[in-house]
């Protein structure tokens, strides 16, 4: 079931929401319970089969955080407790490799190797990836005795609950749990106002922004994937729109998951903050899909860089330290880390060549701007300058860059990716619209001159696809963003008070309920539900 879909929207959340403040008015635990029912009907309606997979993963879960609790109340036995912790993280990486990564195991080898191993359809589950990263999350956290005490409830509440179970964000139990314990489960004027705001939002944002320029986009990927050689304008188009397609898109779900939370008095935490704005790569990481880069940086980088510190420090070298920071400390103990910490979220990502190269780039990426951050004050000493050169300067090396490496992320096959991405370098020339070739008159020949040729049909899918892209780029780079229109009601964890609200705008601009917000909320609604209907689908649903 869909979150942009009329049995969700006009069915499920109405009827799991009611029952919920009905339920609240007599028993808040069977509120709760409620709550993790109507999430276990939220993910078996696509396949049934789904619960009878996860369910004794999260049995499993239980049993081994349960386990940790108890050991690690004995100071004695936290050596055995750091075992059983090993066997959890091993276990739902295990699951987690099975279901999504075997056929591609099994298609390398082949592919390697020459041999001929028979591949099986295998159910993926939904959202298992990020079910998954929240388990071994959970499991540390129990470890590190961040978490105290839960039950069967909380846990299967932390795990189902269904904003944020396909598609995150990903949470932590310390952030979310207090809060339902806390939840009055009643009616609440505010939650619901800016619950119902957040989901017009979303839904906004993925029926009408995301999935009005999917159609224009695929063609060009479609093409590239055929074999079709891509010119320099088709391919920047491409790269551009399905940038624009996928923050939308995935924004949109996040404010949708917000909203529906909220319903239930719970702020799930922040996952965008207009990221396409950044002048760094690093920026776009801490604004882009936050929660899987906190996870990543929590889990994967900070041990890894840790440990490998201490090993050169005990030998009486180096760290990382500044300007004097030398090449071998800067490729061991910042490049090493951050190329590894990336290649598991290209992974985690997708089974597949692609995912993993466009986590390498990433890495690359990363390497480079830390590279820099250590060089800059030698090379370019005056803060000042670099800060007038920086700002125009690094946003357009950072969303170039973003651009290209969501041409891997989408293209299907390595050939159309090689296409695009040579088309955006301009090595397949450049062509122009037929009508706009012959409008130049006597310039053509000049232009024929200079490699400049006359394509792209007559000009009408074109011009469409540049309206859409010129639309949702001032939407992305020059609009608040929906955490800073609602910023005084604290739209997310943590995410409010002054300094969260829109700056360098007018206070209009500021959601608070009024008649006038309720007339533009309204708008967005239904203009949203009336794009429903089509074959749409979340692109991290997949996932």
């Known amino acids: 079931m869909l979150f942009n879909s009329r049995e969700f929207i006009f069915a499920f959340l109405p009827l799991t929401v009611v029952g919920f403040f009905l339920l609240g008015g007599i028993s808040r635990t069977w509120a709760m319970r409620w709550v993790i029912l109507a999430s276990l009907v939220f993910y078996a309606w696509w396949r ?28 004695n036995r936290r050596a055995l407790s750091k075992v ?120 906004f944002k993925k029926a009408v922004l995301a999935d009005g320029i999917a159609p224009l986009v695929t063609p060009l990927f479609d093409q590239a994937a055929s074999g079709t050689s891509m010119s320099l304008l088709p391919a920047w188009m491409a790269a551009v729109g399905f940038t624009l397609q996928i923050y939308f898109d995935f924004s949109g779900y996040t404010d949708m998951a917000l909203g529906m939370a909220r319903l239930f008095g719970v702020r799930l935490p922040p996952n965008f903050n207009s990221p396409l704005r950044s ?94 951050r250590l060089l800059r004050p030698t090379v370019w000493p005056d803060k000042r300058s670099y800060a007038r050169v920086s700002g125009p300067l690094g946003w357009a090396l950072t969303f170039a860059g973003v651009a290209a490496s969501m041409v891997v992320f989408r293209s299907p096959t390595l050939t159309a990716a090689r296409g695009l991405l040579r088309g955006m370098s301009g090595t397949n020339g450049l062509a122009l619209p037929t009508p706009v070739y012959d409008y130049l008159g006597p310039a053509t020949r000049w232009l024929h001159q200079a490699g400049v040729v006359q394509g792209l049909g007559d000009g009408i899918a074109f011009n469409t696809l540049a309206f859409w892209t010129a639309g949702l780029a001032v939407v992305a780079f020059c ?65």
Request: aromatic residues 14%; proline residues 3%.
């Open 48 to 75: 049934p089969l789904n619960v009878l997979i996860i369910a004794p993963s999260i049995v499993i879960n239980y049993g081994l955080a349960r386990t940790l609790e108890r050991l690690g109340a004995q100071t």
């Open 84 to 203: 059983v912790l090993l066997v959890g993280i091993a276990f739902n990486v295990a699951f987690l490799g099975y279901f999504k990564y075997a056929n591609f195991a099994a298609s390398t080898v082949n592919d390697v190797l020459g041999t001929n191993l028979v591949l099986t359809q295998i159910v993926l589950p939904l959202g298992i990836s990020f079910i998954t990263f929240q388990k071994i999350a959970f499991l540390i956290d129990v470890h590190a005795r961040r978490i105290e005490s839960f039950s069967l409830q909380d846990f299967s509440l932390f795990v189902l609950f269904f904003p944020q179970l396909i598609a995150g964000p990903i949470v932590h139990y310390r952030e979310v749990m207090p809060q339902f314990h806390r939840a009055a489960c009643v009616f609440d004027r505010d939650n619901v106002s800016v619950g119902v705001t957040l989901l017009a939002f979303g839904l």
């Open 279 to 372: 002048s760094s790569i690093i920026d776009f990481w801490l604004r882009w899909h936050m929660t899987l880069s906190r996870f990543l940086t929590a889990y994967v980088y900070n041990p890894l860089a840790l440990w490998l510190t201490r090993r050169r420090l005990a030998r009486g070298l180096a760290g990382v330290g500044g300007r004097k920071t030398t090449i071998g400390a800067f490729v061991k103990l910042l490049m090493f880390p951050t190329i590894l910490t990336m290649l598991v979220s290209g992974t985690w990502h997708g089974a597949g060549y692609l995912f993993m190269l466009w986590g390498l780039l990433h890495g690359v990426f990363l390497t480079i701007n830390h590279g820099w």
């Open 479 to 543: 609009c608040p963003n929906t955490l800073q229109i609602l910023a005084r009601h604290e739209p997310a964890l943590g995410w409010g008070g002054q300094s969260g609200e829109v700056a360098g705008h007018r206070s209009t601009l500021t959601w608070r309920a009024s008649l006038a917000w309720a007339t533009v909320v309204s708008i967005l609604t239904v203009i949203g539900v009336l794009r429903l209907g089509g074959h749409s689908e979340f692109l991290y649903w997949q996932f």
